[in-house]
């Protein structure tokens, strides 16, 4: 197909780069003429003015979204029109207010569910959809000519499509997108005053929960305000609940419980999370091995794991303080932590004693 993107930041670079590469004609275009020159330069498409693209995909800040829609099903008549903003059911209202006669039919608002702590064409890969949900939100009234173009580039950008109403999209993204994020950086504006000698304890449960709170104000404020009602629900809920939290801290009648409450309530919220390939989710074992931040230690590590025929569903590693050593949690099914654990003692690897207890009773 013929694509025209408008907007080169980090989304719409990386669309260009991946429907390249699956062998689609891309053109580009963005406000700012270094944007676009950079996103080309990368080879995410061309600087041409397209004539009759088949799909315009506009990936630009959901403040603007609508107007560019509107712009967009106007100059291309035949194109298939869809955006990638985060926020969908505002974007949509803005959009029926501004259409007229079958306009409307030929814009389907999508979200791609990927991103980056960084933004900007510099920071686009090509890869950045590969296995992520792709949000497709159309109803009985869209034609299927125009639903399969937004399925079509989604799917080849290694993106798995996923049907949703806006108003429940914007209402699922509110709690798991754009509140962690207010979260994130509330937690981590915490630490701008702490001592460094403090900071220095920070551990990978710090890093993990603060990550986010790398991103973008800008952007950030334009989606927040976007989807302001539901994040103000899901906020308040949360309000309730550290005020529970913080009232049970006086350590008065019942605090013991309610403290206790809150964090079983959190295992069963996490419990819920899917698991991977969005299967059921699972719970698996986790061995933990000390490793040398040394070149080509992790690659042995795994290269061991890999010969004791284990399969890693998942890690995550974290750097001991003041010594060259780290810790590494391998997540593997519960059938196989124990030859696992023996497999890598029998290979020279250093597990906390906690694991080399477990496997000496089981």
């Given at each position: 197909?013929?694509?025209?993107?408008?907007?080169?930041?980090?989304?719409?670079?990386?669309?260009?780069?991946?429907?390249?590469?699956?062998?689609?004609?891309?053109?580009?275009?963005?406000?700012?003429?270094?944007?676009?020159?950079?996103?080309?330069?990368?080879?995410?498409?061309t600087r041409e003015n397209p004539t009759d693209p088949d799909v315009v995909i506009v990936a630009a800040p959901p403040d603007v979204c609508a107007g560019i829609i509107v712009t967009a099903l106007r100059t291309w008549p035949r194109a298939t029109v869809t955006d990638v903003a985060s926020v969908k059911?505002?974007?949509?209202?803005?959009?029926?207010?501004?259409?007229?006669?079958?306009?409307?039919?030929?814009?389907?608002?999508?979200?791609?569910?990927?991103?980056?702590?960084?933004?900007?064409?510099?920071?686009?890969r090509g890869d950045l959809f590969t296995a992520s949900p792709w949000v497709v939100c159309s109803d009985e009234d869209t034609p299927k000519e125009r639903l399969d173009?937004?399925?079509?580039?989604?799917?080849?950008?290694?993106?798995?499509?996923?049907?949703?109403?806006?108003?429940?999209?914007?209402?699922?993204?509110?709690?798991?997108?754009?509140?962690?994020?207010?979260?994130?950086?509330?937690?981590?504006?915490?630490?701008?005053?702490?001592?460094?000698?403090?900071?220095?304890?920070?551990?990978?449960?710090?890093?993990?929960?603060?990550?986010?709170?790398?991103?973008?104000?800008?952007?950030?404020?334009?989606?927040?305000?976007?989807?302001?009602?539901?994040?103000?629900?899901?906020?308040?809920?949360?309000?309730?609940?550290?005020?529970?939290?913080?009232?049970?801290?006086?350590?008065?009648?019942?605090?013991?419980?309610?403290?206790?409450?809150?964090?079983?309530?959190?295992?069963?919220?996490?419990?819920?999370?899917?698991?991977?390939?969005?299967?059921?989710?699972?719970?698996?074992?986790?061995?933990?091995?000390?490793?040398?931040?040394?070149?080509?230690?992790?690659?042995?590590?795994?290269?061991?794991?890999?010969?004791?025929?284990?399969?890693?569903?998942?890690?995550?590693?974290?750097?001991?303080?003041?010594?060259?050593?780290?810790?590494?949690?391998?997540?593997?099914?519960?059938?196989?932590?124990?030859?696992?654990?023996?497999?890598?003692?029998?290979?020279?690897?250093?597990?906390?004693?906690?694991?080399?207890?477990?496997?000496?009773?089981?």
């Open positions: 197909m013929n694509v025209h993107i408008i907007g080169t930041g980090l989304l719409g670079t990386s669309l260009g780069l991946a429907l390249t590469n699956a062998g689609h004609r891309v053109t580009l275009e963005d406000l700012s003429p270094t944007a676009v020159n950079l996103a080309a330069d990368m080879g995410a498409g059911g505002a974007i949509l209202a803005q959009v029926r207010e501004q259409t007229r006669e079958r306009e409307l039919d030929r814009y389907i608002g999508s979200h791609p569910m990927a991103g980056r702590e960084k933004s900007g064409a510099i920071a686009a173009h937004i399925v079509n580039i989604a799917e080849a950008v290694g993106a798995a499509v996923i049907h949703l109403d806006p108003d429940f999209h914007d209402s699922s993204v509110a709690r798991v997108s754009h509140a962690p994020q207010v979260v994130a950086s509330l937690m981590a504006a915490q630490l701008r005053d702490m001592p460094a000698d403090g900071i220095a304890l920070a551990g990978q449960g710090l890093r993990d929960t603060t990550r986010i709170a790398d991103s973008d104000p800008g952007l950030w404020t334009q989606i927040l305000s976007g989807n302001a009602a539901e994040i103000r629900t899901v906020l308040e809920g949360l309000r309730d609940d550290l005020d529970t939290v913080i009232g049970a801290l006086d350590l008065g009648p019942g605090a013991y419980a309610a403290l206790a409450g809150a964090l079983a309530a959190g295992n069963e919220g996490r419990d819920r999370i899917p698991g991977k390939h969005g299967s059921a989710p699972t719970r698996y074992s986790v061995v933990t091995v000390v490793v040398d931040d040394t070149p080509g230690a992790l690659a042995r590590l795994f290269a061991d794991i890999g010969e004791l025929g284990v399969n890693i569903e998942d890690m995550r590693m974290d750097h001991a303080t003041g010594v060259k050593l780290g810790s590494v949690d391998v997540s593997v099914l519960p059938a196989s932590e124990i030859d696992l654990i023996s497999g890598l003692r029998e290979r020279g690897w250093r597990l906390p004693e906690a694991a080399l207890e477990q496997e000496g009773t089981a």
